[in-house]
């Protein structure tokens, strides 16, 4: 297997466990997607936010170096801040990640093998630079998303939500 399939695989998990996780979030009761429940993003709809923030600070950056990007992540809010919430409603959040999601497959999809030799250059919100193989800045992109729905799972179960199977070997059309 190609080093880009892997990552074009983890990107149709990510839409699909997203798409499954946000609609099990939608079940709750609006006043307990939003209540502080002591996690670092404070509830569910915060720990939502926090991932499309964290995925879009990465967009941005590898932009420079994929157009595909560059063009198509312009109409996208420009976040600050960590916690910064995008949506407040979780029915809106859950259009925009599918959206984003979208964009993400795209991307992957674009990868080429000799992506691999490239290198990000960026500044972190320190301004400190970096710069980074892209394999191993895809990593962090995907295992971001990964800790932080841990994180939404675990709420989610407080809260007696069944959200069903999680597994990455579970993904449906990966036979």
């Known amino acids: 297997m190609q080093w880009s399939d892997n990552y074009?695989?983890?990107?149709?998990?990510?839409?699909?466990?997203?798409?499954?996780?946000?609609?099990?979030?939608l079940?709750?009761?609006?006043?307990?997607?939003?209540?502080?429940?002591g996690v670092f993003f404070y509830?569910?709809?915060?720990?939502?936010?926090?991932?499309?923030?964290?995925?879009?600070?990465?967009?941005?950056?590898?932009?420079?170096?994929?157009?595909i990007l560059d063009d198509?992540?312009?109409?996208?809010?420009?976040?600050?801040?960590?916690?910064?919430?995008?949506?407040?409603?979780?029915?809106d959040l859950a259009k925009a990640r599918q959206k984003l999601d979208e964009l993400i497959?795209?991307?992957c999809d674009f990868?080429?093998?000799?992506?691999?030799?490239?290198?990000?250059?960026?500044?972190?919100?320190?301004?400190?630079l970096r710069?980074?193989?892209?394999?191993?800045v895809m990593q962090h992109v995907f295992n971001h998303q990964t800790h932080h729905r841990g994180q939404i799972t675990a709420l989610l179960s407080q809260l007696g939500v069944d959200y069903g199977t999680t597994d990455f070997i579970a993904m449906p059309g990966d036979d």
Not at 8 to 22: D, E, P
Not at 56 to 61: A, C, I, M
Request: glycine share 2%.
């Open 8 to 25: 074009r695989r983890a990107a149709r998990y990510n839409a699909w466990i997203n798409q499954s996780l946000l609609e099990a979030s």
């Open 27 to 37: 079940s709750l009761p609006e006043p307990e997607q939003n209540k502080d429940l």
């Open 43 to 67: 509830s569910v709809v915060g720990s939502w936010n926090h991932i499309m923030v964290g995925d879009l600070f990465w967009l941005n950056r590898l932009a420079k170096i994929f157009p």
């Open 72 to 91: 198509k992540i312009d109409h996208w809010p420009k976040p600050k801040a960590l916690d910064e919430i995008l949506y407040g409603s979780l029915n």
């Open 105 to 107: 497959i795209e991307w």
């Open 111 to 128: 990868l080429r093998e000799s992506d691999c030799e490239s290198r990000l250059e960026y500044f972190t919100r320190q301004e400190e």
């Open 131 to 136: 710069v980074k193989p892209l394999p191993e």
